[in-house]
């Protein structure tokens, strides 16, 4: 599922992204604006720092000190 995604712009480009899913950790990303606010990531697979509100299929997850948010599945 991860190994052909096709360029929406050009059909005849294809990619694997196998290589950056994750079973044991979450990519990290920081809001260097708000740093309170970090985005927990996974590519072709859940995320694994999952709570109530990103359960499931999330793949993106939006968390702070007082909420998370699931923003996308994978």
Do not use: M
Not at 23 to 39: G, H, L, M, Q
């Amino acid at each position: 599922q991860c190994t052909a995604i096709t360029d929406p712009a050009d059909s005849s480009k294809k990619y694997d992204l196998s290589p950056l899913s994750s079973s044991s950790v979450d990519y990290e990303a920081i809001n260097t604006r708000f740093p309170s606010y970090k985005f927990s990531i996974n590519v072709c697979r859940p995320i694994v720092g999952v709570d109530v509100a990103c359960s499931g299929n999330t793949g993106i997850c939006e968390k702070s000190s007082l909420s998370s948010y699931k923003i996308g599945e994978y």
